[in-house]
């Protein structure tokens, strides 16, 4: 059972409202270089969504729950008696006013600053009605050390373990600064044994609770020695902590400064960085409550840099006393460094999974082969540009991104009847969704339809590079029983002629430097059609062999970067791309006519089957 005086010890389980994951974090941290048994998160509150969040306890990851609403989280968590409200100041109000609803919430810290000063007062008010406690508003929070942390208290772990606050000393401290009281910790840890409890109250001018507040239960702890405290200029809550010295309410030595003895060297009335560090009248200002401060009995040093030495001083007297615990230092469980923060800051390496050399998504803009994409989109280079870029990795001439151009839009569609059309229309009936009727079509594509591209690209390549006639070439495809691809079309005839294709050779004829490719193409034709007059060079073909002509004409590419597209299939690629434009057609065109699910006709279907006797 804790006692009064103790907000929190090593068994102490919290709520996190919001999601704040470098809190929870290092909170999880703080508990395991303390060496708690359980974690003192037990849940987050996050208004926008259920569910678990994942963290890391040690080097062990474990799964938090996460609930919506304060009442969610209570009633499966009744052992949780303390919040960390990280609220915005526009909803700290209502969510810690909610939470001391909660019977079994007995203290909530308030992040937020800017919260209204009516609002603080209504807050501190109802909290000292229901016997609970606050912590802020506008407060970085507090800890006991070796045993629990609100949020981000203390800073990063090197800084806690720096500080010792990974286990618990004789010194009780309190200021209203946050900073300060990571300054303390630090000054504290080098002249005592260390940090028992320390708190930042918040610095605006009404705060849930006070620093005699804290003071009062230090004075109540035995496992406190001594007292610190530092103050700031305005307000007269210093001087209730007097008042109490006065009275003998504080028995313990009392390390007390006031910061903001400066403002009396400054002309008029000057406000500090807090709500209430502004000095309205002599008895507000920093010096006047050093003053009383030593008067009422407390130790007080000349200034801030010999705050140190005075606590050093007290703690040598206190141990004298024989009120200080001897221990031994433990041994401190050593927070593996997090991957990022090790990445970035050249602590690790490790191989990566995967190489990509052509776009790099990780810097202020976004690259393209190394370019820029608003150079892309500056200099017009257009989809032919940017498939120059990202399929070959450069910088193509124009001619040559307006013929991808032209080849897209020449394969875009070829009707509703051929095969990747066809199979994204009944997909789209059948009620599929654009992109599996999308992956439907693209699914047909291949040697016999589209895939002859690359096909005819390798074949006429190979004959041609190798030195056979044309003649030659027919003869020894006829001889293996292959189907010369690129050859043939089932509608398309010499005397029916496929303009896409002669759109494609008047371009190549204009613009490319050589068509050595194409001519030899030619010459097959010339022989193919004489036996049939259907066997022309169809599109697939002309499109395979005059992407080879374009490379040839092209200075930026080597012989290895032609291989390199007939083995990697980047032409079936151009197919692939052009041809989805079409199928999308098709599957909308579906969906606009709210077309119902496609059966094929049976007076279509020739129904072979074997007789009885069979």
Known sequence: ????????????????????????????????????????????????????????????????????????????????????????????????MEAMDQDSIMTVAVIAEGVPERQAR?????????????????????????????????????NIVASRLYRPGCVGFVSKSGGMLNEAFNIISRNSNGIFEGMAIGGDRYPGSTMLDHILRFEANPEIAMIACLGELGGEDEYRIIEALKAGKITKPLVA???????????????????????????????????????????????FDDYGDVVARVYQMVKEQGKVKEFAEPDVPTIPVDYGKALSTGLIRRPTTFICTISDDSGEELLYAGKKISDVLEQNM?????IGLLWFKKELPDYASRFIELVLQIVADHGPAVSAAHNSIVASCAGKDLISSLASGLLTIGPRFGGAIDDAA???????????????????????????????HRIKSVKNPDMRVQLLISYARKNFARTDLLNYALQVESITTAKKGNLILNVDGCIGILFLDLMSSCDIFSKQDIDDVVK??????????????????????????GARLYRHPTEDINYMLPTPEE
């Not at 929190?8 to 470098?22: C, M």
């Not at 008010?125 to 981000?152: D, Q």
């Open 122 to 158: 209504i807050m501190a008010a109802t909290a000292r009605e229901k016997g609970k406690t606050i912590i802020g508003p506008a407060t970085v929070g507090g800890l006991v050390a070796g045993a629990f942390r609100i949020g981000n208290t203390a800073g990063t772990i090197e």
């Open 568 to 593: 990697h299939g980047y032409l079936n690629g151009l197919f692939a791309l052009g041809r989805s434009i079409g199928m999308i057609g098709h599957i909308l065109d579906q969906k606009r006519q």
């Open 1 to 96: 059972m804790r006692e009064n005086y103790s907000l929190f010890d090593r068994n102490t389980q919290s709520f996190v409202y919001g999601y704040q994951v470098n809190a929870i974090q290092r909170m999880l941290d703080f508990d395991y270089i303390s060496r708690r048994e359980t974690p003192s998160v037990a849940a987050i509150i996050n208004p926008s969504r259920a569910g678990i969040h994942k963290v890391f306890w040690g080097t062990r990851e474990i799964l938090l729950p996460m609930y919506r609403t304060i009442p969610d989280a209570v009633a499966k968590h009744p052992q949780v008696d303390v919040m960390v409200n990280f609220a915005s100041h526009r909803s700290a109000f209502e969510t810690t």
């Open 382 to 386: 257009g989809i032919g540009g940017v």
């Open 458 to 488: 390798r074949e006429f390549k190979m004959a041609y590079e190798s030195g056979l006639t044309p003649e030659q070439f027919v003869t020894e495809m006829k001889r293996k029983g292959i189907n010369i691809p690129g050859i043939g």
């Open 257 to 303: 400064w006031v910061t903001g003895t400066c403002a009396t060297m400054l002309p008029g009335s000057v406000q500090f960085g807090h709500a209430g560090a502004k000095a309205d009248t002599e008895k507000e200002t920093a010096r006047a409550k050093n003053q009383a401060f030593a008067e009422a009995g407390a130790h007080v040093p000349n200034s």
